[in-house]
Each structure stands twice: as C-alpha cells, then as structure tokens.
C-alpha cells in the first residue's frame, strides 16, 4: 500500500495469515497513518479473506504490542504498523508480523550537502525505522568522498544495525568511542536530541524530506529542553508524596526499577506509590492530585515531550537520582530502557 512518502509491505504478513488460515486480524496502526486505515483494511482483507479488526488504542512504538485482552476477543493474528520489532520479545501471546512504513527518497542532494561539515571526521550514522535501508546509501556517497562511517549494531531492543528510538540510542553509544560526530539521517528533532544528550557528540541532522542539513539549531533545542529539564528537578526538591509510573505495555515494564526507586524515597524519607497504567496521560492520572512529583519508569518520552501537558512535574529516575542528591547536573544524561 502507497501513502506517499510511505510504501508499507503486507506481503510477509499476508502470506503468513493464508498458510496459518488466520480469520481475525487486528492491525495496529501508528497516529499519523492511522486516517488512512481504510486502505490497509480492504488491502489485507482483499488478499486474505479474514476480518481485519483496527485497534483504537495509541501505537507509537514497538512496545506498544496488543496484550492478552485481545486473546479473549479471539483475534488469530496481530499487524503492527511502521515499528521494527524489539529482538529481545521472542514470543508474543498473540502471534504478531511487524509491517514497516519505508520512506524512499534520494539522499545523494542532502549528504554531499552535508559532506564540508563532515569531511575529517570519522562519522557515524544513525536513523529511524522509516529511513533506516538508506543508510547504506549513505555510507556509499560518504565512502566515495573518503569519508570513514561507522554503523552501529545496538542492543536487544534494536532490530536493524544503525536504528534509534526514542528509548534506546545504543546503536549510537556502541560506536560513540570511536567517532567524531554523528549523522542521523531522517526529519523531528527528538531523536538527534535524544542522540545528543546520550552520546554527548556533535550530531548533524539530514532531512531528506527538505534537503536541510541543520547542526547548530539542535543546540539551541538541547539548551531549552536542559532549562526545562532544570526546572522540573528544582521543582520536584520539596515534594513530599512521589508517584512512581509503571507502564504495563510488555516493551516497557521496569518494575523492577519503580521498587528500586521506591527504596530509594523510602530511604530519604520520602512518601511513594507505585501507579501502573497501559497509557499514561495527563487525564488519566488527574485524580491523584496530593502527588507532588511524578517519576516516569514508563516510556522516557512522557516525561521530555508531554511535560508541559502535566500539572505535576514529571520526571525521570535519573532526574530524580538528581533531585535526591546521589547524582549532580552534569552528570545529566537522557533516560533510556536499555538491553531488556
Ligand atoms: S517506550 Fe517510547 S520511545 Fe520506546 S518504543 Fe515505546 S513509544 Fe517508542
């Protein structure tokens, strides 16, 4: 199915669904495709003949995989949408295809835009799911101007060599050593900023949308979202009454995290309670308003891209490492759900 700039392959799932004889589907459909679920359903179901049920329920990663309430409703088969599985996850309680959206464009314009900047340096290169089979390509173009690249091959939580998400950024420390800056190619700025704080190294942002090389405005970016960041910890210093947020999705349970940190506030005579949710939003967690101070073990994005959206300060264990004293400022780094 076509929907420019997308190209999504059914085929591997569809070939799977008519050898098993699966008969209830459910697709799980990432936000800013969900409108076009229309196409995706009529497709599966012209070349399948099963039904295809659509999950209303947010997917904005890989860990977002449909649980075992959707065994009751005697779905067969899962069809997740524009994420590359997690490796770790062997074994699903309803079996499930991951269908990625691939974006292919040319990049040749936007790196030997990008190759003043980068020529000298030894360079690693990084992207998204979406972009991730242009890398190759990439390296071609930076090889033919004798420019060393480096590609990652990340942890178990990282399918494709060179691939970050908003939690992982291991594919980019593996290699971090040995670079002098990265390339990520791909548009949005929370992965290069994600990239940023936890490599600490310079990161040039490729568009391959616009052909924009951007490597300074990601600084500006990183100084705000820090200044945000220092706010929330000076403003967590006097809570009295923690909420520790678990996310139930089977891609981002630390629960074992949320008792360590539990210890940890009981240790510093702080009140704590543990709030376990499938989908944290600010609506959901409304009622429990003598919480001072949340502390997210759940999805790192919550707490750097929904701040402004909670009334509470929200915050990550890190950050509240820092709050508690047993960790400094610059010793900042970005929260990630590292080697499950
Ligand atoms: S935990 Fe957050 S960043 Fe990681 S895959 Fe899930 S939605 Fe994406």
Redesign the pocket.
């Known amino acids: 199915v076509i929907i420019p700039p997308f190209e999504i392959d059914f085929k591997k799932a569809i070939k799977i669904i008519n050898e098993k004889g699966y008969k209830r589907i459910l697709l799980q459909i990432p936000e800013g495709l969900k409108n076009h679920f229309t196409k995706f359903v009529e497709h599966v179901e012209k070349e399948t003949g099963a039904i295809v049920n659509i999950s209303a329920d947010p997917c904005?990663?890989?860990?977002?995989i449909a649980n075992s309430d959707i065994e009751k409703l005697k779905i067969d088969f899962v069809i997740q949408i524009g994420?590359a599985p997690?490796p770790f996850i062997k074994n699903y309680i309803v079996p499930t295809a991951f269908v990625n959206a691939i974006v292919n464009l040319d990049v040749s314009k936007v790196i030997e835009k990008a190759i003043p900047i980068l020529s000298g340096n030894k360079v690693g290169l990084v992207s998204t799911a979406q972009h991730i089979h242009l890398l190759n390509k990439v390296n071609n173009i930076l090889l033919e101007n004798n420019i060393e690249a480096f590609i990652g091959k990340g942890d178990r939580?990282i399918e494709k060599k060179g691939q970050i998400?908003?939690?992982?950024f291991s594919a980019a420390t593996d290699i971090s050593d040995s670079i002098d800056m990265f390339l990520f190619l791909g548009d949005g700025v929370f992965h290069p900023l994600g990239l940023k704080l936890s490599t600490k190294k310079p990161v040039v942002i490729c568009n391959p949308y616009t052909n924009e090389v951007q490597k300074s405005e990601l600084d500006d970016i990183k100084d705000m979202i820090l200044r945000q960041r220092y706010g929330a910890i000076a403003r967590s210093k006097d809570a009295r009454i923690f909420g520790i947020i678990v996310?139930s999705?089977l891609?981002?349970q630390r629960i074992d995290l949320a008792y360590e940190i539990k210890d940890k506030l009981d240790s510093c005579q702080k009140e704590s309670y543990i709030l376990i949710s499938n989908n944290f939003n600010p609506a959901n967690l409304e009622g429990f308003r003598n919480i001072d101070c949340l502390v997210s073990t759940?999805?790192?994005?919550?707490a750097i891209d929904d701040y402004m959206q909670y009334n509470t300060p929200i915050i990550t264990p890190v950050e509240l490492d820092i709050v508690l004293g047993s960790k400094k400022w610059d010793d900042y780094r970005f929260d990630e759900?590292l080697n499950p």
């Open positions: 904005y990663g890989a860990c977002d994420h997690f939580r998400i908003g939690c992982n996310g999705k891609g981002q759940a999805c790192p994005r919550i759900i």
